[in-house]
């Protein structure tokens, strides 16, 4: 059964720093792209970044270019989101999910697994 889990999500200031962690398990991921998405309150789920699991290519959202950088340590089937200078725009639930790909994939609709999310909220 493959689960999910992030954390690392908290109350934080505009400007400030955090990093999300998603435990993967439950099945060999080297063929799958993780990626993270979030959704704010009243809108829609919206892709943030990507990597494959064997090569760690990436690919950002635009809103998130040059301030976050997706990772993954293989040892610890863990894929990490560094966010720095958050913005209050930045505020939603953060969800990572997997999906079988070769390249790192933006759309929604093509990943299979999902977390629970995990709240991130920036203060002005």
């Known amino acids: 059964q493959v689960q999910l889990v992030e954390s690392g999500g908290g109350l934080v200031q505009a400007g400030d720093s955090l990093r999300l962690s998603c435990a993967a398990s439950g099945r060999t991921f080297s063929s799958y792209a993780m990626g993270w998405f979030r959704q704010a309150p009243g809108k829609e789920r919206e892709f943030v970044a990507a990597?494959?699991?064997?090569?760690?290519?990436?690919y950002y959202a635009d809103s998130v270019k040059g301030r976050s950088t997706i990772s993954r340590d293989i040892a610890k089937n863990t894929v990490y989101l560094q966010m720095n200078n958050l913005k209050p725009e930045d505020t939603a639930v953060y969800y990572c999910a997997a999906a079988v790909a070769i390249r790192p994939i933006q759309f929604l609709t093509k990943y299979e697994y999902w977390g629970q999310g995990t709240q991130v909220t920036v203060s002005s």
């Open positions: 990597i494959t699991w064997s090569g760690g290519s990436r």
